[in-house]
């Protein structure tokens, strides 16, 4: 599991998509808003917590579809499922995998990105938790999305039609939580159901994206 | 209970509410039996057809 | 293989056919009782004046919208554990109709909104979550659509319809915690008629009585096409390989 954990990040790298294409979505998402917005930095600040959310749940989706897709296509994913290691397993790698080359660089990257949208002061450390906690259940939920489409040929459109939907719950406690922290109001709650949510994703999606990939390798 | 409709002020409002939802209705009962029909007929004929082979 | 291993469906067939003749006339007498009644025969409401006619579209259209996601899960579950081919096509039949019921809801709570709280459309925790659950039947309806092979596709839609059912009541949950709203609790329980006066309570539970029984009906139709659909794929293919 280890080693195939170690592949994915290698071909991940070795593409270049993994860490570059997501930055680099993000920080465009980022720069557009003030763009469209307009540069006044009140209404930034309001806005940020909410807006460097949705960017970097927007730069997750867009590298979802080639989780399973190469694999799919050079026949390497009917070895791992037939291979000794659970495809529930296969599975949680692979959304590890995705999450060290989309989640935790955007997590990295995005005081820098909060900088420009004038988050105030006390947001940072709530910005970086949020999204150390809540990229991975993005990833674990893109992993199922990506289990599901990975037999279409199309599926790129139809996976975000799918995953967008299941995002709204981590996505309203993560911003609430980075938009609390920022007004220094209490954040316990957010706080416990975003690490909740991540924690019950991580537990019980895998056995979701395993049964559908068995579905579509059938 | 009154017999005769006054909608007063309101009137556009609940028209348009009343009109839009039976719009869908209708829309979403015609589809079905215009998908249904085309179903049956075409089953229909395929049976035909597997009949006069056998 | 045979075409003709469905057995089960030839026994639906012919339960909703039988079903059906006394179904049709029911859910067209309840409509329409129901809905004449709540539009020409009830009175204007003290604060909301005319506007109140619009409930009897409303509530049971948005009951519709939630309890036809509650019985694709049904139907998901049985066609999972039972692979009984007909549950996964009702799962599938029932998808459209519950996403119009929520179009309608949605529709007409925004025009009912307007005059009443002065808004089409406000980020209110109901108005949000039908909002979401109708992104989530459009979700579940491309991904049938998407998939050539029924019985991959049954499979797909049901793990998606029952993830899908963990999420939307999460987003419900979710949606509660990050915006107190406008619009007013349940006014309907099934115990009680607290508030809502008689003379609409009457009209509104035939109204509801009437959607339910439409919905039951389009289901069964619906169903059927899907299974004749089936077939006809069948013996399509065996002409093609003939």
Not at chain 3, 153 to 158: C, F, M, N, W
Request: net charge positive.
């Amino acid at each position: 599991m280890i080693a195939l954990f170690l592949r994915d990040l290698r071909l991940a790298i070795r593409a270049g998509g993994g860490f570059g294409l997501g930055l680099g979505f993000f920080l465009i998402v980022v720069v557009l808003v003030p763009l469209g917005v307009g540069p006044e930095g009140r209404t930034l600040s309001l806005i940020a917590p909410g807006i460097l959310w949705v960017a970097a749940l927007l730069a997750c989706l867009l590298s979802l579809d080639r989780i399973f897709a190469l694999d799919h296509e050079d026949g390497s994913l009917d070895l791992l499922a037939t291979a000794p290691i659970p495809l529930e397993g296969v599975v949680t790698m692979k959304a590890l995998a995705h999450w060290v080359t989309t989640g935790l660089p955007l997590t990295l990257a995005s005081p820098v990105l909060a900088l420009l949208m004038n988050l105030p002061g006390p947001g940072y450390p709530w910005l970086m938790l949020s999204l150390a906690l809540g990229t991975p259940a993005l990833s674990v939920i893109g992993t199922f999305g990506a289990a599901l489409t990975v037999g279409l040929k199309r599926g790129g459109l139809l996976l975000s039609l799918l995953v967008l939907p299941l995002y709204v719950p981590t996505l309203i406690f993560g911003a609430e939580l980075v938009k609390r922290g920022a007004a220094g109001q209490a954040v316990a709650t957010p706080f416990l159901l975003l690490a909740g949510i991540t924690a019950g994703a991580a537990a019980l999606l895998p056995f979701a994206s395993a049964a559908a990939l068995r579905v579509n390798l059938r | 209970m009154q017999g005769d409709l006054d909608l007063g002020k309101y009137q556009m409002t609940v028209l348009s509410a009343w009109g839009a939802a039976l719009v869908l209705i209708v829309a979403l009962v015609a589809l079905t039996l215009i998908r249904g029909a085309k179903v049956r007929r075409a089953l229909e004929a395929a049976e035909a057809r597997k009949g006069k082979d056998q | 293989m045979s075409i003709w291993k469905y057995a089960n469906p030839k026994q639906f067939m012919q339960t909703s056919a039988w079903a059906l003749r006394w179904l049709v006339p029911l859910t067209a007498v309840l409509m329409v009782l129901g809905l004449v009644w709540g539009f020409f025969f009830t009175p204007p409401e003290l604060r909301q004046g005319s506007t109140v006619k619009i409930i009897f579209l409303h509530v049971p259209s948005a009951m519709i919208g939630i309890n036809a996601w509650l019985m694709m899960l049904v139907a998901s579950l049985i066609w999972f554990i039972r692979r009984h081919h007909v549950s996964a096509l009702a799962a599938r039949a029932a998808a459209p109709i519950g996403a119009t019921m929520t179009l309608i809801a949605l529709i007409t709570g925004a025009i009912w909104g307007e005059p009443m709280w002065g808004t089409w459309w406000a980020w209110d925790p109901r108005l949000t979550s039908f909002l979401i659950l109708f992104l989530f039947y459009l979700g579940y309806m491309a991904l049938w659509a998407a998939i050539e092979e029924p019985d991959t596709a049954a499979d797909l839609t049901s793990v998606l319809c029952l993830v899908g059912s963990v999420f939307a009541l999460l987003s419900r949950y979710a949606v509660n915690f990050w915006n107190q709203g406008l619009h007013q609790g349940p006014s309907l329980t099934v115990a009680q008629k607290q508030h809502v006066a008689d003379a609409y309570w009457y009209p509104l539970m035939i109204c509801i009585a009437g959607f339910i029984a439409f919905f039951v009906t389009l289901v069964l139709l619906r169903t059927r096409t899907e299974i004749r659909a089936r077939r006809l794929q069948a013996l399509l293919a065996r002409e093609r390989m003939g």
